[in-house]
């Protein structure tokens, strides 16, 4: 039976590499995303809101080798900065080059994206729908990200299609 959890804000700041593997299982977006996870079983995830991607890397490194990631995101913009970021991380050989290479970036609509996965059947483990919504307090560097950005809540539609489209479970956030 297929979960789904909303998760408070907040939770999205997950471990630096180099920390155990207990203190990452520890963390709220990993207990939310992959409460069994073991760091080294097949785990695929699809972050349908991407934006820049930084909670799909963060999820490719908390949940291990086995966890694969596609990051959409609507904004062609944003999608475009997220793909060639992930190529660059990717060749640089960091510590977060390695989850970088198992991110794959595309730019799609959610709601289109997980209908169109979902039609033959579950094609995800988990679907994590964190839309951007309007900030009241942006940093400069903030404000051009926030106009390419769409701005849109996860409607009815949206949710429904995530949920044909997971096999474990939705995190809302």
Known sequence: ????????????????CGESSSDVRAQPLVRAVAPDCNLESPLRIVD???????????????CGRGCHVTASEVSAPLACLLHFGLQRLASQGEDWSEPAQRVEAL???????????????????????????????LSKEDLLLQRLARQLPVTQETFEAAVACASRRVVLR
Request: net charge neutral; aromatic share 6%; proline share 3%.
């Open 1 to 16: 039976m297929k979960s789904v959890m909303q998760v408070a804000a907040g939770f999205t700041q997950i471990r630096a």
């Open 48 to 62: 349908a809101m991407a934006g820049l991607g930084g909670t799909a890397l963060r999820m490719a490194h908390a």
């Open 107 to 137: 730019c799609a609509d959610a709601e289109d994206f997980l209908r169109e996965r979902g039609r033959t059947g579950p094609s995800f483990d988990v679907v994590y729908l964190n839309p951007c919504l309007d900030i009241s307090a």
